[in-house]
């Protein structure tokens, strides 16, 4: 999950300078939000600062983020025309500022600690272009999937390809694992995820740098997981909403588990943190390929001094300081 | 799924006389209402038009809804003060009006088709109560059941015991079959669940008039089902983001299953509903037990010939004109 963020005051003190999209493209400036978990939280790895959305604006479907308001796409992508004008898009000179961001980061972590870099899944990314934005039903998705399933495989296509070399390009800039974030994907069925997003995101795994370990992450895919880990990935992310020792028997011990606590046990005291803690681990049995996480993303009123207890409490219990 | 909606103009030309509330209110109207699918779209039972949130007026807790906004709560109940106040209500005077809609329905279907009445799911209920309104990670609930557990507790078995007492009431009035929402249940934690939820919702089924078909549903439940199971009803209501058969493994086949179809499917054209649709009954392998429904509700952007089609198609497929 992405570690910085608004519930520290030093990322606020930076954001409150730039707008978010600033944010991202400042290279500098992401670098040391980037950096800023990992010297005050003592987290096992750095997350590389960006947003799953910054793949969207080169393609010129007109990406805003509103204050408070979260993502909009000015001009979303709705029926086959609209998928058709989308042409291949420049990876390294469009998004180049991020591989600028992940040599910063390397530079500065000398070593300390590990880089991850990520993506959003195509799934994930189309249903913003064609939504324009956040969506409750996804209704014009399945409509297009539904109803226009050529057209929906050239924009998964076109999604994979960006996807890849993107990926790719922060690989060659110095991250030491990839994480793909299929944040929406959990509005589909198994069939439907079958039928749409399984071949691409095969394809799109088969395209990474090999060597590199790639974590494959969604949320609410209580029905999907033995799905996602047919289509790919090293490390499978669980979110919240499953048993962890249930998740990690249906995929199969042989791929790595990560994920599972549930983000609102943050806005607890150390004690009940601690407990919630035991349990994940508990849970993993301290079976080697078990990654200690979080289910989601950290909520904006978490205090930060209860994410720090939370560093200490896994390290402590899994015996690593 | 409740059948009325505005995807009916028939729905739409009632509703555009009174508000959402007052139509709950107008025992008249709302007979009307629940019988305007059952005379345009030839399903098999008919269900009461009402509200999960109606139970929450007595409470004196301030409940509206806005235009097209959804309902909110301007009194929320955030902590063990705002939950001891909340006494218990007085079921038959308080909703009698859904009562009386129960009877004239029954009156008028004169036994042509059976009426499922429903309620919401103390948990369901208890988040509109907590939160304020819809919520997308119910931190204010889960604050609550983490911090305070004895008032989350309190606070469920005063919305168990007013549950228990409307959907006996809808039953004395004539409803054949009541069905339980559990509709924002898939925000938890199977260990959550079993803890916070589980013997909550055993002390409802326990408490419902015995011999009378309860239908348990909640949405986003994959990792739920077999816990929702085990806390009661006759029949679990599967959302669109499960695969049928294997659900029904895991509830075990000595309990009947609804739901499932994706209801963005309706969108489609009466062709691909069939193809659809076909799958679900292929699922259910013509099992006893099994009730062809949508997995969630019907949106209303659906062309209400569609919806016929579907009813005619399952008729046509399973045999049962």
Chains 1, 2 share one sequence.
């Not at 096992?44 to 805003?64: H, Q, S, W």
């Not at 589909?188 to 997003?197: E, I, M, N, T």
């Not at 989601?296 to 219990?317: F, N, Q, R, S, Y």
Request: hydrophobic content about 45%; proline content about 5%; overall charge neutral.
């Amino acid at each position: 999950m992405r570690q910085a963020g608004r519930y520290m005051a030093e990322y606020r003190a930076i954001r409150a300078r730039s707008s978010f999209l600033e944010l991202c493209k400042n290279s500098d400036a992401a670098a040391e939000v980037t950096l800023q978990p990992v010297d005050k939280l003592g987290v096992d790895a750095a997350i590389l600062f960006a947003d799953i959305l910054l793949i969207v604006e080169p393609f010129g479907v007109g990406l805003t983020f509103g204050a408070g308001e979260g993502p909009s796409i000015t001009r979303p992508v709705r029926g086959e025309a609209d998928v058709a004008r989308l042409g291949p898009i420049d990876v390294a000179s469009s998004l180049g500022f991020v591989f600028d961001t992940v040599s910063r980061v390397k530079k500065a972590l000398a070593g300390r600690v590990p880089l991850i870099g990520f993506a959003g899944a195509p799934f994930t990314v189309a249903s913003y272009m064609v939504e324009g934005g956040a969506s409750r039903d996804y209704l014009h998705v399945k409509r297009l999937m539904y109803g226009t399933p050529q057209a929906w495989d050239r924009l998964m296509e076109t999604l994979v390809d960006a996807t890849a070399r993107y990926l790719n390009g922060q690989i060659a800039a110095g991250a030491e694992a990839v994480q793909v974030f299929d944040s929406w994907i959990g509005t589909l069925s198994p069939d439907d995820y079958r039928a749409f997003v399984l071949p691409h995101m095969s394809a799109l795994f088969s395209k990474l740098t090999p060597g590199v370990p790639a974590i494959h992450f969604g949320t609410g895919t209580a029905a999907l997981l033995p799905l996602m880990r047919e289509a790919g990935g090293d490390v499978i992310g669980l979110d919240w909403r499953v048993d962890l020792a249930e998740a990690w028997a249906r995929v199969g011990h042989d791929v790595a588990v990560q994920g599972n606590l549930e983000p609102a046990v943050l806005l607890g005291d150390p004690v009940y943190i601690r407990k919630r803690a035991q349990r994940v681990l508990a849970a993993a049995g301290g079976r080697p390929g078990h990654i200690f996480n979080l289910g989601h993303g950290i909520h904006k009123d978490t205090p930060v001094e209860h994410v720090k207890a939370l560093v200490d409490i896994v390290h402590e219990l899994s015996d690593r300081r």
